[in-house]
C-alpha cells in the first residue's frame, strides 16, 4: 500500500512532498474496469483500461516485508497530483463548514481516499491512502504538524518556501512509518 502526503502553503503552493510504502501486505483487490470482461478483451486494450482506472502504465516493484516484491499498485506520479490537486475544492468547502483541524476522508477517486489537515496559518497537508486508519493518519498528521513548526521556526528558512531538510524529511518518513 502506498501514501502520498502533499504539504501546501496557504496560496496552494507545494512545498513537500512524500511517496511512502507502507510494510504491511496489501489487500487483494481487482480493477474494476477489467474485472467484468473476458481476458482476451482486455489484453488488447490493457494500456487503455490501465490509463483509465489510474494505474501505472509502468509496472513498479517494492520489496515489502517478508521478502515478497509487490508488482504493479504503483500510480502514476502526475495522477496522484491530479486526485491531490482536484482535492483542494472539496478542502476548502469542509473548511467552511467544520472548525476542525483534521477533516478526515474529504474526497474519494476510484481505490484512493483523500484525507486532509489545515492549520491555523492554513497550510493545508493532504494525505492520499487506499485503506481506512483513522487514528494512526490523525497521529501523522500531528507528528508531521509539529516537525513543519519546528522547521518554520528555524530562522534560515523562508516561509512557504520547498522544504529540502534531510532532518525533516528522514522524521516524516518515519512517522509515516510509525503510524501508515
Known amino acids: 500500500m502506498s501514501h502520498h502526503l502533499f504539504l501546501l502553503s496557504p496560496s496552494d ?16 483487490t481487482s480493477s474494476s474496469l477489467s474485472s467484468n470482461l473476458p481476458t482476451w478483451s482486455t489484453s488488447a486494450f490493457a494500456g487503455t483500461l490501465t490509463a483509465l482506472s489510474g494505474a501505472s502504465s509502468a509496472t513498479q516493484s517494492h520489496h515489502v516485508q517478508g521478502g515478497a516484491v509487490r508488482m504493479g499498485g504503483g500510480q502514476d506520479r502526475h495522477v496522484i497530483q491530479m486526485i491531490a490537486n482536484a482535492s483542494l475544492d472539496v478542502i476548502e468547502d469542509v473548511m467552511r463548514k467544520e472548525s476542525a483541524m ?15 489537515f489545515v492549520t491555523p496559518g492554513n497550510m493545508k497537508f493532504i494525505l492520499l491512502h487506499e485503506t481506512k486508519n483513522d487514528d494512526g493518519i490523525r497521529s501523522f498528521f500531528h507528528d508531521v504538524w509539529e516537525l513543519y513548526l519546528k522547521t518554520m521556526l528555524n530562522p534560515f528558512h523562508t516561509a512557504h518556501s520547498p522544504i529540502r531538510s534531510i532532518v525533516f524529511d528522514t522524521r516524516v518518513r518515519a512517522s509515516a512509518k510509525k503510524y501508515l
Open 13 to 28: 503552493t507545494p512545498i513537500y512532498n512524500l511517496t511512502h510504502y507502507s510494510t504491511k501486505l496489501p489487500q487483494p
Open 102 to 116: 483534521y477533516l478526515k476522508s474529504v474526497d474519494k477517486f476510484n481505490e484512493w481516499t483523500v484525507s486532509a
